[in-house]
């Protein structure tokens, strides 16, 4: 330490800060070599008779062989969710519902390690985040949702909630897990069955969740869950559910809307973002730059509403820059499974050519990076954490969604820049706020487009609260009484005014 604390430029490496390995043992993950389809509760060959491996993301090794479904599989995914949905689901008592509901979550708690070994290994994200962050969460969502199972018409009076029907469902990689929880429990608790279709790098927890399921006794055909890329999403897409909820990318969600145009089908989605994390020259610094780490380096940057884009008021620039730096250099970036990284590999090839292209595009646009040194593992999918100073608002690092550990600074002078600057992205998910004083944080919080909005922290979740955008970042809430009423009809009725 004191050899640190005598360096003049403070931006290197405490090379005396070594850690011994801590890793998690992923003995208690049995993996199957090849998975089925799960379709009224068992699983099932794909008719389509194809198969894909999918991958450890920190090694590139094969972890076992994945279902391509095709559109066979797909409508007989739907028919069983069908089936189920008319044959006792829609019509069981709510407490029922909520019985299962409730059944899985404790599920999910008991098995919480298993899931989050497996987590890491299948996505790349370190199991301190899996183990902390996706299986509490997940757990919190069924249960949460179980509580509303049997209060629909409190929820909603004098609005007669139905169910919609079957939903189909169709999730990223970056919370696997934590989006099927967040897509399946609202939907069954309004009482739909449901077909789920996972991302295609990430498909194992889901189909360890059909485990969960048997055990829970949930009815067959309840939930139906069908792998492979996004040929299979299209083909649910296409197919005969009342619903589409989708998380992904703003591309494909524009192309899932216009082939659900004038079909009835209702539509839910949770598109990308460019967050602006803002930091004020009255905040807690320290405070600050922790948030600042946890905003864009959270899950590799793998996040819809990561605080990509940071703002920073001009009078704090240097030492903020300079305090955020040193913080850079002490982020272990390695193994997934080591219960000390803070930083794991990127989920795939394609995303980590996404990254490298984007980064190419700032450095020669004129932005200058910085990276702490890091020895990055020779084999799977890396991306050391980066900076960007002098970026330029028209930069593509500043306009895109780079969904990697990759941050874009600039400046601001005063509130009125920075809710301008903040604002300037066809994307409106999420924002931060870092300032000492309350009467700002509403200021801001009333003028800043975005659906989420952190004052003094960021990534913050719980099950209570709605999650959604505006702009190119999608419509419908997911979370909250909100979460519900994309997954109900309501049949409002006028003359049952008083006492219902
Ligand atoms: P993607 O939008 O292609 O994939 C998300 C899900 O949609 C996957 O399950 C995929 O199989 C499915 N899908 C793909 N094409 C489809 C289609 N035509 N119809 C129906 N379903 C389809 O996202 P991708 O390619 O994995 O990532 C590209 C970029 O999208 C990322 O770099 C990131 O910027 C953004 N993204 C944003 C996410 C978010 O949480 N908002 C999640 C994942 C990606
Ligand atoms: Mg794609």
């Known amino acids: 330490m004191a050899e640190l604390e005598q360096r003049g430029d403070r931006t290197p490496i405490p090379a005396a800060w070594e850690y011994a390995s801590a890793p998690e043992s992923r003995e208690i993950v049995k993996l199957e070599e090849r998975y089925g389809l799960f379709i ?3 699983f099932v060959e794909p008719r389509s008779g194809e198969h894909y491996k999918t991958l450890d993301p920190s090694s590139e090794g094969p972890l076992a062989e994945i279902p391509q479904a095709g559109p066979d599989d797909v409508a007989l995914a739907v028919r069983a969710a069908r089936g189920a949905f008319s044959d006792g689901w829609s019509a069981a008592s709510p407490a029922e519902r909520a019985k299962y509901l409730f059944r899985i979550a404790r599920i999910l708690q008991e098995r919480s390690r298993e899931f989050a070994v497996l987590e890491s290994l299948n996505g790349g994200k370190p199991i301190r985040e899996s183990r902390d962050v996706d299986l509490p969460l997940a757990a919190a969502h069924f249960f949460y949702y179980a509580g509303w199972a049997d209060k629909l018409e409190y929820a ?22 934590l989006m099927l929880a967040w897509k399946i429990a609202p939907a069954l608790a309004a009482g ?12 194992l927890s889901a189909l360890l ?40 990318s703003t591309e494909v969600g524009k192309a899932i809307q216009r082939e659900l145009a004038g079909t009835g089908k209702k539509l839910t989605l949770e598109l990308g973002g460019k967050a602006a994390n803002i930091i004020f020259d009255d905040c807690a610094l320290d405070q600050a730059v922790e948030g600042i780490v946890n905003g864009i380096y959270f899950n590799q940057g793998h996040v819809c509403c990561a605080g990509s884009r940071l703002l920073v008021q001009e009078s704090i620039y240097e030492p903020l820059l300079e305090k955020l730096k040193r913080r850079l250099t002490t982020l272990r970036v390695g193994d997934p499974l080591d219960k000390n990284t803070d930083v794991g590999a990127i989920n795939s090839r394609q995303q980590l050519d996404k990254i490298e292209e984007l980064v190419a595009a700032g450095e020669e646009e004129g932005a200058e990076i910085y990276q ?37 600074v600039l400046t601001f002078r005063t509130p009125d820049e920075a ?21 700002r944080i509403l200021w801001m919080a009333q003028r800043l487009q975005a659906g989420v909005i952190w004052a003094n922290t960021y990534n913050r979740f719980d099950p209570a609260s709605p999650f959604g955008g505006y702009k190119e970042s999608g419509f419908g809430r997911e979370g909250g009484l909100h979460g519900l009423e994309p997954y109900l009809d309501f049949r409002e009725d006028s003359t049952d005014v008083i006492g219902g």
């Open 40 to 42: 009224g509760g068992e």
């Open 156 to 177: 909603f009076p004098h609005r007669r909630p139905q169910p919609l029907g079957v939903a189909g469902q169709i999730i990223p990689w970056n919370f696997p897990l």
């Open 192 to 203: 739909n069955t449901v077909v789920l279709k996972p991302a295609e790098t990430t498909p």
């Open 209 to 248: 969740f059909c485990d969960v399921l048997r055990q829970a006794e949930l009815p067959p055909g309840v939930v139906n869950i069908v792998t492979g890329d996004g040929a299979t999403g299209a083909a649910l897409v296409k197919s005969e559910v009342d619903k589409i909820a989708f998380t992904g």
């Open 372 to 408: 702490p040194p890091c020895r990055l593992p020779e084999k799977g999918y890396w991306f050391a954490p980066t900076v960007f100073t002098n970026v330029a608002q028209s930069y593509r690092i500043a306009q895109e969604e780079i969904f990697g550990p990759v941050l874009s």
């Open 419 to 439: 809710v301008e600057k903040a604002n300037n992205t066809p994307y409106g998910l999420s924002a931060g706020v870092w300032t000492e004083k309350g009467s």
